[in-house]
């Protein structure tokens, strides 16, 4: 399969591993080139919220999720948020867009500020600077003043904030069908084509 375009996927440690999960599998399947990006507290969350033995080392976590899609390494790269030699870290990199799910309030807050301390901080400052597309996925509540003050400055910038905040109306049945609701709406953000929901209003048959 033909890739189709390339996206980097940030994974933070805030609940909602199902989430990222999902979206890096459809993805996938969709034949886009993802850079994965994780930091350690992602590793734990994935741990904690799924079945995978995550590895400690990027190049294994490479190879497990290579092997578990089935993708070759060309279409999947994963990198540490200490590795400052990865192309997410330039403006050259050829990537159209980043999504960081799930998104920890103190990695919106970093983003925010330009604090660029690390390398998921960092890809996320180049969108900004070069003005692609961002994509926050954050997973918290309630929301505090600083917080939504932090979301308003990135909105102002372009940044698409959206909430891990699944809709009711579609009657999900499971926990799988919650999560495919907020992964519709990223993927829908970043106009690769999916059929997870009908669309409102088509015809359901």
């Known amino acids: 399969m033909p890739l189709q375009n390339q996206i ?3 994974l933070t440690g805030a609940s909602g591993a199902p989430y990222a999960l999902r979206l890096l599998e459809l993805l996938l399947k969709a034949g886009v080139r993802v850079d ?4 350690k507290a992602a590793q734990m969350v994935l741990a904690m919220e799924s079945a995978l033995e995550i590895p400690a080392r ?3 976590v490479a190879s497990l999720f290579q092997a578990q899609y089935g993708v070759s390494p060309d279409q999947l790269r994963v ?3 200490e590795d400052w030699m990865a192309p997410a870290a330039s403006g050259s990199h050829t990537a159209r867009a980043m999504v960081v799910c799930p998104c920890t309030m103190g990695t919106l807050a970093a983003i925010a500020t330009g604090m660029s301390d690390n390398l998921i901080e960092r890809a996320a400052d180049v969108m900004i600077k070069e003005r692609r597309q961002l994509i926050l996925v954050p997973r918290e509540t309630p929301f505090s003043a600083i917080h939504l003050e932090n979301m308003l400055k990135l909105s102002q910038l372009g940044v698409t904030i959206l909430p891990a905040n699944p809709g009711f109306y579609y009657k999900p049945e499971t926990i799988a069908d919650l999560v495919d609701f907020v ?3 990223i993927l829908d953000q970043l106009q690769v084509e ?3 929901l009908p669309r409102w209003g088509a015809d359901p048959n």
């Open 8 to 10: 980097i996927l940030a």
């Open 36 to 39: 994965l990006i994780f930091s």
């Open 58 to 60: 990027p190049a294994e």
């Open 79 to 81: 990198y540490g948020r």
């Open 183 to 185: 992964v519709a709406r």
């Open 194 to 196: 999916h059929h997870l």
